[in-house]
């Protein structure tokens, strides 16, 4: 893999007319956002034939900095939006950046309908665990005893596992890791580029703003030291007790498939019906 310098990535692929970012220092979506970027460079993607898609959150402003066709959409509805996309034109390559209360809170139903279909889709997802462009709120991810402005005395509330609900919902590729894990953030976008279906890469992303300094945690090494405290390899997991993996986050890739995606099986179900209607060419 070649790594060109952040100055040739900034140069390349962001408006430089709508910098600086809206980002507080310490925040991780930089890094998120530089991570896909550097895989699609990689990849030689053509920029003319990828649209990226968001919601709306600290995340979902990213379609407004990268030098690319896209769309920031209502709250929950990217993904209501790239499959209008996707079905309009095939030949699309849409990057749906979102947040996680945007992905699995207001916009949860169509998050797992959208994986249940296999949308053609790659969702980069920012897990900070609150809502940090609203106020700190807890997030659906937002771990037990975790404190935000709506749990001051901490989050009582059964989390979401991301991961998990988009495996067992059917997505194609799966895969978690922190910000703090370049390598492999970078390489599993490049898989998840190039499947077919749903294919989903969460990244645990620091909040020293609105998440850290309610828990303590009030700068980016400070949280980036927490997450490698609570993180554990999917390998080593699988060797742990449910009781052990309290109050942690597995990471690793969970799923790699190939279910056809909803654009083939769209196609011929037109296929399908053109012949039942005795309209076949």
Known sequence: ??????????????????LPTIFCP????????????????????NQDEIVWVS????????PGFVNFDGLHTTHGRALAFATGMKLANPNLKIIAFM???????????????????????????????????TGGQ???????????TTAPYGQFENPFDIADLAVSAGANYVAR?????????????KKALQKEGFTLVEFLSPCPVSFGR?????????????????????????????????????????????RPGLVREYEAYKKRAKKMMGWEE
Not at 1 to 18: N, V
Not at 177 to 189: R, T
């Open 99 to 133: 947040g996680d209360g945007d992905a699995a809170a207001i916009g949860g139903n169509h998050f797992i309908h959208a994986i249940r279909r296999n949308l053609d889709v790659t969702v980069i997802l920012i897990n900070n665990f609150t809502y940090g462009m």
């Open 1 to 18: 893999m070649y790594l060109k310098s952040a100055y040739d990535i900034r140069e390349k692929y962001l408006r430089k007319d709508m």
């Open 177 to 189: 890791w922190s910000v703090f894990n370049y390598l492999q953030g970078i390489n599993s976008i």
């Open 26 to 45: 310490g925040c991780g979506i930089g890094s998120a956002l530089q991570y896909t970027l550097r895989a699609i460079d990689d990849l030689g993607l």
């Open 214 to 258: 309610r828990n303590r945690m009030k700068t980016a090494p400070e949280l980036l030291r927490w997450y490698q405290k609570i993180t554990v390899p999917l390998a080593k997991a699988k060797k742990m007790k449910p009781e052990e993996l309290e109050g942690k986050i597995v990471i690793g890739e969970f799923a790699d498939r190939d």
């Open 138 to 148: 807890v997030a659906p991810t937002a771990l037990k005893g975790l404190k935000g």
């Open 55 to 62: 919601g709306i959150g600290c995340s979902s402003r990213v």
